[in-house]
């Protein structure tokens, strides 16, 4: 998971403006005029002077406005840590900041984040050379931040510092003093800890010695590539006892070395914390040095490991059940055009990509810019509202009466006379047409990998969000770049005949059954009335598109046509369609499955309290892998056995209708669309979130495991 990523649900795309604005204490700073309103940026030093090799501190100094927050190394759900650029003189070297202790804030989304408020200073270790000319030395350092209330808005500041060379003197003694104490220990902890790091799944903590009134918080420090999920804490025992265990969502492997921060706080007294490292067998390791401190964050390597995800999503989405009915049409236009000149052929091939790139940009875009407007966008969302829905519905009836040979598009003017050449062929305009409309259906899934990509980028800042979206995109689309890019490879195809004709017929009652799922679709989350309109409406969109083909877009046949529409518009579709969302989170038990319940958080909340387990399907009528998951692993006669035995209430989810309560409770768990599975394992431990693609295997071994 990646952390440049941006908690709030009220984004607002910023334009950053940057100016020259006085700092205080010798320091000055250069830096964005927005951000400026809610953090002020300055260095300060531990010495008057800077005395010729002697070591001495900086301390990188960021105050925010009441309410604003910036981040610790290591940010939790989201979030970044500050990042600082060093421009020093010569023969200087500057080690890495140091962090002192964070808090723990559940920001809006019920993410969990670690961060800092009111003011925090990083110290930083500087050593200059050990000789020094006279004068004056001019430190300068690149900043940049994050800082987040309700909105969360990207710094950045050029600051400076200037000192005398000269014997060094104490200077800023009170703040170093206060920022020292808060900066984790390396001895003297009134507690021991046994680390448990034998999974790749997992790891956990068991702390011993510390007086149960006691309250311990741990902030992991991951290793590079690594996300754990939240820390899920036991009851504390009478002796203090307390063991804390942290789920790995990504990168997992046994053995990995683990570092982090205990805090503790009792009651009246302040806060202290010590380093951890799980490699010196469960003792306490160094506070860091200029020599020995790790990357203040794994920063990079969670970006490339959350756009090698995007990208393995976008690939394996074109395997996707909802996606495979066109995708068989373009290989069909791959036959066609497999006798074609080469360059044509890879011109149609990128024309296509082009329209899979401008689905996926055009829903960035629309993300960024309904975010802008405080509204909140989902995977999938074209299911959801019954006006896309009724669109999209008819855009396939169109595509499939096109196939059948009701009607084809006409050339006129000085075209006609190209038509003979060009009806042979798939023109660029139908081949970006086609990108577009491949993508458009294969929303209604969410691919392995593309889970947790989503959950972020639907909260990310705009840069993020289109990066996250073009790797998709360049996932969908390479193996269709592949094949154009190689027509050689066409030859394995079969030689056009007759037996075209016939497919594209064939695929053409394909594109109809999409439309009868629909239309099911639409019946179970709008009712009969609403499925009665829409048919009847599609039966006037046939006729309309049967005068088109018969009059060969003539201007009679036009206003025909738009009058039969508008007809059908109104005398079927106008306020019979926008029927009230039934509400509840319905649930179907068919005689011997599972005994669904529908889903409610209250209801999570009783039987968890009751110490009984809970297993929630997160699912929509239009999700061909919920449904798929749901006959194929979920009713099944072990799975059923083993929800029985293990005495698990099981609850049914339904998001057909974007009910609001469960987009709220995937957007806390990271995920914007279904097919989603969260199993409570009962009491106050924290749900285990399970695959999109979910196995028997995978089921079983998770319910397995509850009461163990």
Request: hydrophobic fraction near 50%; aromatic fraction near 12%.
């Amino acid at each position: 998971m990646f952390h440049f990523l941006v908690p709030s649900a009220h984004l607002r795309p910023l334009l950053l403006i940057v100016c020259w604005l006085a700092g205080l204490g010798g320091a000055s700073a250069q830096f964005d005029d927005t951000a400026a309103k809610y953090v002020t940026p300055s260095l300060i030093a531990d010495t008057a002077a800077v005395a010729p090799g002697k070591a001495f501190t900086v301390g990188v100094r960021l105050k925010m406005d009441p309410g604003w927050h910036v981040y610790y190394q290591f940010s939790g759900d989201s979030g970044a840590p500050p990042t600082i650029a060093w421009e020093l003189p010569a023969g200087f070297k500057a080690g890495e900041p140091q962090w002192p202790l964070p808090k723990s804030y559940l920001d809006e989304g019920d993410m969990l984040t670690y961060i800092y408020d009111g003011e925090v200073v990083l110290p930083v270790e500087i050593t200059p050379p050990a000789t020094l000319p006279p004068g004056e030395v001019t430190l300068k350092a690149k900043l940049k931040w994050l800082v987040c209330e309700k909105i969360c808005v990207p710094g950045q500041a050029d600051v400076d510092l200037i000192l005398p060379v000269g014997e060094a003197a104490p200077a800023n003694t009170e703040v170093f003093a206060q920022v020292r104490a808060q900066l984790p220990k390396s001895s003297g902890a009134p507690f021991q800890v046994q680390w448990d790091r034998s999974k790749a799944t997992e790891f956990s903590l068991r702390i011993e010695g510390l007086a149960k009134d006691f309250k311990a918080e741990f902030f992991p420090l991951p290793p590079a590539g690594v996300k754990p999920s939240r820390g899920q804490a036991s009851a504390v025992a009478d002796d203090g006892t307390r063991t804390i265990t942290y789920p790995i969502e990504e990168g997992g492997a046994p053995n990995l070395a683990w570092r982090g921060v205990l805090v503790t706080n009792q009651e009246g007294a302040p806060r202290e914390g010590w380093l951890l490292d799980s490699a010196s067998g469960g003792t306490f390791a160094a506070t860091p040095t200029a020599e020995s401190a790790p990357p203040s964050a794994p920063v990079v390597p969670h970006l490339f490991t959350l756009l090698w995800s995007a990208f393995l999503g976008g690939l394996i989405l074109n395997l996707m059940p909802c996606v495979l009915p066109v995708i068989a049409l373009k290989i069909f236009g791959f036959v066609q055009q497999a006798g074609e000149e080469p360059k044509r052929v890879f011109r149609l091939g990128l024309a296509f990509v082009g329209g899979v790139f401008a689905f996926f940009l055009s829903l960035a875009a629309l993300i960024i810019g309904l975010k802008a407007f405080g509204i909140s966008l989902t995977w999938g969302f074209q299911f959801q509202h019954v006006g896309i829905l009724v669109g999209l519905i008819a855009l396939v009836f169109v595509f499939g009466l096109n196939l059948l040979g009701v009607f084809e598009i006409a050339l006129t003017g000085g075209a006609a006379g190209k038509l003979s050449e060009l009806s042979s062929k798939e023109g660029y305009g139908g081949a970006f047409l086609h990108g577009m409309f491949t993508t458009l259906l294969g929303t209604s899934c969410t691919a392995p990998f593309l889970g947790a990509v989503l959950g972020f980028a639907f909260v990310a800042p705009p840069h993020i969000v289109v990066l996250l979206f073009a790797v998709i995109a360049a996932g969908m689309s390479l193996p269709y770049f592949l094949l154009t890019a190689k027509p050689a490879w066409m030859r394995y195809l079969p030689k056009p005949g007759m037996w075209m004709e016939r497919l594209k017929q064939f695929m053409g009652f394909i594109m109809l059954g999409v439309v009868v799922w629909l239309l099911g679709v639409l019946g179970q989350s709008r009712g009969v009335d609403p499925l009665i309109a829409v048919s009847s409406f599609l039966l006037v969109l046939a006729l309309a598109c049967w005068l088109y083909g018969v009059t060969h877009g003539k201007v009679i046949g036009w206003v025909a046509i738009i009058a039969l529409l508008a007809g059908g518009w109104f005398f079927f579709l106008h306020g019979k369609i926008d029927v009230p969302k039934p509400t509840g989170g319905g649930a179907a038990t068919v005689a011997g499955g599972i005994p669904w319940e529908p889903w409610s958080d209250a209801r999570v909340a009783e039987a968890t309290k009751n110490g009984q387990a809970v297993f929630v399907d997160f699912t929509a009528d239009w999700c061909l892998n919920c449904k798929y998951n749901e006959k194929f692993v979920l009713e099944t006669d072990p799975v059923r056995a083993a929800l029985k035995d293990k005495n698990v209430l099981p609850l049914k989810a339904d998001w057909t209708n974007a009910d609001p309560a469960i987009t709220a409770i995937l957007k806390k768990h990271g995920r914007v669309g279904v097919p989603v599975y969260l199993l409570y394992p009962g009491g106050d431990a924290k749900p285990l979130l399970l695959p999109e693609i979910l196995t028997q295997s995978i089921l079983l071994e998770a319910l397995g495991k509850l009461g163990s």
